[in-house]
């Protein structure tokens, strides 16, 4: 099977169990996350079936109706699913979560699947707005034009007079604040558990 | 790929503007499984983007509502220039065409309807008339047509019906006459809306029980207009 990119039509054929794709889900994805999972467990026993259980709750999530919107997000989906799966295990052992993976909390998205995090979805979204608040009306603009209406990069490039590399800059500096905000005000909360995975 | 490498790429910023090669892509993704922190950037990331448009779409919707007038704002809608304008400017014209043409052509009308003038009534005799005996009449326009017209009364009848008609079969008008007023010639005076043409002036008798009223007489009328 030639693998282009994880898009709409690679999720459809995951979702109708197509065996080709599933094929090339596991293995791309099961090198990956066994790689992880084989460091932070006793065995390779224990890793490959941390890994099934990783596959089979997010292809639960694939088969869905709206279980995941944005292909292009598999891939740090399955890693945050493994993450939880990895947390769950640890838990399970009643042992501590490694050191390591200090930033491992997963955000919280106003559209998760687990209710509990619609609060923390308002909180988040006031995050997002002071953010683009603090930026300037020009810089704001773009984003818009790049998240909003999705428009060409290069186009947005083109009408504002900048170029690639601004747009990876800005992105970056407005996610940097998001960041810092999010991880200020969740300063009081931090290790009373995260969220279900943000929506892939 | 490191994290290092993943830093000086700027591969976080790149996955989520989707401008990673293939190769690159899952480089970046097999570093993710590896690197929380990469991890939990491309997550800050995607809740940016996914907030920042809620955020953006929401202002929209804000700034289309604060576009609309309230009910009370509707009306001052009207006095924009580009309504306003136009409005003003036909009503002048309609102001204009009725002080130039309809008030001084209405004046004249009333000042000769008011002013003394002599009447030359048409003379309908009964009998005579009946059958194809059209007569002609010519006035000025908008003025009255005077009549004179005898009723062949009969004893069977206490009243009649006088009944202009236009030449399109339309009452134009309708005069009741007492059986004691018939004994004498009748004079009226018609005012024929719809120009020249040919009217009908047609005499009913109109019995006691008065439950029916009989065509005794027909005069045609020849309407001309002198201007």
Redesign the interface.
């Known amino acids: 099977m030639q693998f282009e990119a994880f898009d709409a039509l690679y999720l459809k054929r995951l979702q109708e169990g197509d065996s080709q794709t599933q094929e090339h889900f596991v293995a791309y994805f099961g090198e990956l996350s066994q790689k992880k999972l084989r460091s932070r467990v006793s065995s390779s026993q224990q890793a490959a079936d941390l890994c099934q259980e990783t596959f089979a709750r997010v292809l639960r999530v694939v088969r869905t109706g709206n279980g995941i919107r944005h292909p292009e997000r598999l891939g740090p989906f399955v890693v945050s699913v493994c993450n939880h799966v990895l947390m769950e295990h640890y838990r399970s052992l009643s042992r501590e979560t490694p050191l390591e993976d200090e930033h491992s909390e997963v955000l919280p998205d106003n559209r998760s699947l687990d209710p509990l995090n619609s609060a923390m979805g308002k909180q988040t979204a006031e995050i997002v707005r002071h953010v683009l608040d603090g930026l300037p009306e020009r810089d704001r603009r773009v984003l818009k034009e790049l998240f909003l209406d999705e428009r060409d990069k290069d186009d947005v490039c083109h009408d504002f007079g900048v170029d690639r590399d601004y747009l990876r800059v800005l992105v970056h500096r407005a996610k940097q604040a998001f960041k810092s905000q999010y991880l200020k005000d969740k300063g009081a909360g931090k290790g009373n558990g995260a969220g279900a995975g943000g929506s892939p | 790929m490191d994290h290092p490498e993943a830093i000086r790429l ?1 591969a ?3 996955y ?4 990673l090669s ?1 190769e690159l ?2 480089s970046f ?2 570093h ?3 690197c ?2 990469c ?19 929401s202002t ?1 919707v804000e700034v289309t509502k604060a576009r609309v007038p309230g009910k009370p704002n509707q009306w001052l809608s009207w006095f924009r220039p580009a309504i306003a304008v136009p409005v003003m400017a036909a009503l002048l014209v309609v102001v204009g065409y009725q002080n130039l043409i309809t008030v001084p052509s209405l004046k004249s009308a009333v000042a000769a309807a008011q002013s003394p003038q002599i009447l030359n009534s048409v003379y309908l005799t009964a009998g005579a008339s009946r059958g194809s005996n059209q007569v002609t009449v010519t006035t000025k326009r908008n003025h009255p047509v005077p009549l004179t017209l005898d009723i062949p009364a009969e004893s069977r009848f206490t009243s009649y019906v006088c009944e202009l008609q236009s030449p399109s079969g339309e009452l134009e008008g309708s005069l009741p006459v007492s059986a004691e007023a018939a004994r004498n010639s009748v004079s009226m005076t018609v005012y024929p809306k719809h120009g020249a043409g040919v009217y009908q002036l047609v005499v009913f008798g109109v019995a006691q029980d008065a439950t029916a009223k009989v065509e005794i007489e027909r005069q045609p009328l020849e309407l001309r207009i002198q201007d």
Request: charged share 35%; no cysteine.
């Open positions: 700027m976080t910023e790149k989520l503007l989707n401008e293939p892509r899952k993704e097999e993710l499984f590896e929380s922190e991890e939990f950037d491309v997550q800050a990331g995607y809740v940016l983007i996914d907030g920042s448009k809620d955020v953006f779409s929209a």
